[in-house]
């Protein structure tokens, strides 16, 4: 793998409860029960007799997109396309304003086709700028109408004013590709037959080579499922972490005081010069325990970096 930035990102739910040894020339990296996600993990620490610093992760999800809603890559038999994506066939989803009569309700639909409205569930107040925003509660419903007819049906429906909202339903899924731009590079989360550059045991780039698509870790798969939790603390034995770097500074573990005899809002130990600052000063590899710290706990979906 290049080294890209602070890393490469991980999947969700990775545990490794025994700890893992690595020796790479005089570093020596450790990591002892991991469970996380690409996004908001946090950085803690404890070091070696060789390694300068060392810190730790915990995970937290960004509240941020790291899904995002698209049509998605197959559609069912019964979709149909429209210029805002596709949607059920038949189904047009709508509300009432509050007020309106089960008749008056009736009458509505039987004038578009449809048979009568199905409620969806309890009266919600929306949210925004759009037609339906305001202060009252408005329930969801579906109206079923002939297959060929719901834009025809939405049309007419939006344009009465018993009806707050009418829009098709539309088909979407969610994704978890993050938009880290550097995510493209790291095929082994996602691997689409990208090329990549080569890298030798100095970790020197040299020609891309086109990669296998499939064959990755289905890191985005797992995404889809959880990112995370800021419960789950990682911790690494390296040369320190860059406490600054734009893809690690919101995902550094903060001492809350005590532990390793540090005060708080300390970032983790660095057992060579016997203090409490684990800054990552390593030239030899232009900061190895920061690129690492970016393999378990960049943030995730922050356009910038890695996932």
């Not at 300068?52 to 998605?72: E, I, K, V, Y």
């Not at 197959?74 to 009432?96: D, E, T």
């Not at 909202?165 to 790291?186: I, K, V």
């Not at 100095?202 to 296998?212: C, I, Q, R, V, Y």
Request: with cysteine; proline share 7%; glycine share 14%.
């Amino acid at each position: 793998m290049p080294a890209q930035g602070s890393g490469e990102g991980r999947p969700a739910q990775r545990a490794i409860v025994a700890a893992a040894l690595v020796a790479l020339a005089a570093i020596a990296l450790t990591i002892v029960a991991v469970s996380a996600g690409p996004a908001q993990r946090k950085l803690t620490a404890s070091a070696n007799q060789s390694v300068p610093g060392a810190f730790g992760l915990a995970s937290d999800l960004p509240q941020s997109p790291a899904s995002t809603g698209s049509a998605p890559d197959s559609l069912p038999p019964s979709a149909r396309n429209s210029p805002a994506g596709p949607y059920v066939a038949g189904s047009v989803l709508l509300a009432f304003r509050s007020g309106v009569s089960a008749s008056r309700r009736h009458t509505i639909a039987h004038q578009v086709g449809g048979g009568s409205a199905r409620r969806l569930g309890p009266a919600i107040k929306p949210v925004g700028h759009g037609r339906a925003a305001g202060a009252e509660y408005l329930a969801p419903y579906e109206l079923r109408v002939p297959d060929g007819q719901v834009l025809s049906a939405v049309g007419v429906l939006r344009r009465d004013p018993a009806v707050a909202y009418a829009e098709p339903n539309y088909l979407q899924h969610g994704s978890a590709t993050p938009n880290d731009t550097s995510f493209p590079l790291q095929w082994g989360d996602e691997n689409t037959g990208q090329a990549i550059p080569i890298q030798n045991a100095n970790e020197e780039l040299g020609a891309a080579e086109k990669g296998t698509a499939g064959a990755d870790d289905r890191a985005a798969r797992a995404w889809q499922q959880t990112t995370g939790s800021r419960a789950v603390v990682i911790g690494e034995v390296d040369t320190g972490v860059d406490n600054n770097h734009p893809d690690l500074a919101a995902n550094v573990w903060s001492n809350p005081g005590g532990i390793d005899g540090c005060a708080v809002g300390t970032r983790g130990y660095n057992v060579v010069a016997k203090k409490c600052d684990p800054l990552d000063k390593d030239a030899t590899y232009q900061g190895h325990g920061t690129h690492v710290a970016g393999i378990m706990g960049a943030v995730g979906s922050n356009g910038v970096g890695v996932a």
